[in-house]
């Protein structure tokens, strides 16, 4: 339908070949993911660790760059993370109005002056979420509006686990949606492709992912599941 190729077949031979040609790059994600568990390093250093390791793969490993290459490649970098450093610049500013102007706590007084109920308002934060994901960076946003909604969320029973893991599920939503969307912004950027022509074929998607986020918000067993087992919810 939309002009695809089919894709290379594969042995069993050469498919055990290729699974093992990927092992060095599928341990980047124990690698960072151990890390941040274990307190070796933090979120934040576990991307400078991710991409230093990746850097060394693809030079000592599977010499699919050279040294001649790293001029480029720091270059293109500049320019992405000038992208997303602008985007972060102008969603912090948007921040700074939003609690200069005393808009936070107003949105909080107003949730609880409309119900009581659960649905209601876990939907309405959830709409509020979503809108400022669209025009502010994740820790801007966490950092004024977790302060506002939390307790709000408690008083209504939702447990401070389930609460950030559907107030982040919100946020990531954002940054795959224009004006401000960072994710979006980066692989555009790296498929040098428009970013009007990214986003119709992402509508399906997103009507997935607010599905799934609905499901979220409303059976807390889907996040608290996991963290109780590991004894973090009694």
């Not at 077949?9 to 070949?17: D, L, M, Q």
């Not at 990927?22 to 070796?40: D, E, N, Q, S």
């Not at 107003?106 to 002056?113: K, Q």
């Amino acid at each position: 339908k939309y002009g695809y190729t089919s894709t290379t077949t594969f042995s069993g031979s050469e498919a055990v070949k290729v699974v093992l040609e990927a092992i060095p790059c599928l341990l980047l994600i124990v690698i960072v993911i151990g890390g941040i568990i274990t307190g070796i390093f933090t979120a934040t250093e576990g991307s400078v660790v991710a991409v230093v390791y990746s850097f060394l793969l693809s030079l000592l490993y599977y010499k699919s760059i050279h040294w001649k290459d790293v001029p480029r490649l720091l270059q293109e970098s500049a320019e992405m993370t000038g992208i997303i450093i602008f985007l972060i610049g102008t969603s912090s500013i948007m921040s700074w109005i939003m609690a200069f102007t005393g808009i936070p706590k107003a949105v909080s007084d107003g949730l609880l002056g409309i119900t009581n109920s659960y649905i209601i308002i876990m939907l309405i934060i959830n709409v509020l979420l979503l809108l400022v994901g669209t025009f502010m960076d994740m820790t801007p946003a966490c950092l004024i509006f977790t302060p506002i909604f939390l307790p709000v969320c408690t008083a209504l029973g939702v447990d401070p686990i389930h609460f950030g893991i559907f107030m982040i599920l919100n946020l990531c939503i954002g940054t795959i949606t224009p004006p401000v969307g960072t994710t979006l912004f980066v692989g555009v950027k790296v498929g040098g492709v428009q970013l009007e022509s990214v986003v119709k074929w992402l509508l399906p998607y997103f009507g997935a992912i607010i599905v799934v986020l609905l499901l979220v918000t409303y059976i807390p067993q889907l996040s608290l599941w996991l963290p109780g087992l590991m004894g973090y919810v009694k």
